[in-house]
């Protein structure tokens, strides 16, 4: 009747039991797994890693007097959640004490000049150019690449506001206006660079701090029965 251990004391699965019940008489019920069945062993196993990893960010937060908020819900986005592994989002959004700790931890976690340059030549685009068009049955905004190449060229020649006419297709260029240059990129780069740290340093303390039992392995565990992707 044990979750885990956390630095060799035994946490209880009354937890878990309860943070199972509630799931399976909650809104989602219908999309769980059958009772029994291995996908289900595997959810009790998921769920078991979230409340360890709440665990231990808890003893984390105590150790360092961090303040914890309110244990009100947060929200990651896709990439966020992603970047952070499944566990570790769950937990980040369902935990107070999480975020305290992934606040501490990622600080002073800041992006290298060298990668934010390196993020602004991969990224690097020629600005882009709309045109502003009348055309017989009202106006439009457009790409000059998209436009017919006889009409762009047609309007490109002709000042502004002069009707042309090439082929089949008749317009006027009202004016023309060029992209702002990307916003900066360093706050998204600092984001994922303290996801990554937190990953990292969770990661460590997770295998430092935490041992875990039998039924209740990482669902990833190659070694446990109900790992389905075992080679």
């Known amino acids: ?62 150790e360092r007097s961090l ?30 004490a999480v975020r305290a700790v992934y606040d501490d931890v990622t600080a002073t976690v800041e992006p290298s000049p060298e990668d934010i340059a390196h993020y602004r030549t991969m990224t690097a685009r020629p600005p882009a150019t709309r045109w502003y068009l009348a055309l017989p049955d009202g106006e439009l905004e457009a790409d000059p690449d998209t436009l017919p190449t006889a009409l762009a060229e047609a309007l490109g020649e002709a000042p502004p506001g002069e009707w042309v006419t090439a082929g089949p297709w008749t317009a006027a260029l009202l004016s023309t206006s060029t992209a702002p240059e990307a916003s900066d990129p360093t706050p998204a780069l600092q984001a994922a660079a303290r996801r990554a740290a937190f990953v990292r340093w969770l990661d460590h303390e997770r295998a ?7 039924g209740l392995e990482h669902p990833g565990d190659p070694a446990q029965p109900d790992n389905h992707h075992r080679h």
Do not use: K
Request: aromatic content about 2%; hydrophobic content about 45%; charged content about 20%.
């Open 67 to 96: 303040p914890v908020g309110p244990s009100m819900p947060a929200h990651l986005d896709q990439q966020a959640a992603v970047e952070l592994g499944s566990i570790t989002a769950a937990a980040y959004e369902g935990s107070a």
């Open 208 to 214: 430092r701090r935490l041992t875990l039992v039998e």
């Open 1 to 62: 009747m044990t979750l885990g251990l956390l630095d060799g004391r035994p946490l209880p699965r009354t937890a878990l039991d309860e943070r199972l019940a509630a799931l399976r008489n909650g809104p989602r019920a219908t999309a769980l797994p059958q009772p029994g069945s291995s996908e289900d062993r595997q959810l009790t196993r998921w769920v078991a890693q979230v409340l360890l990893t709440e665990a231990l960010c808890e003893a984390v937060a105590a």
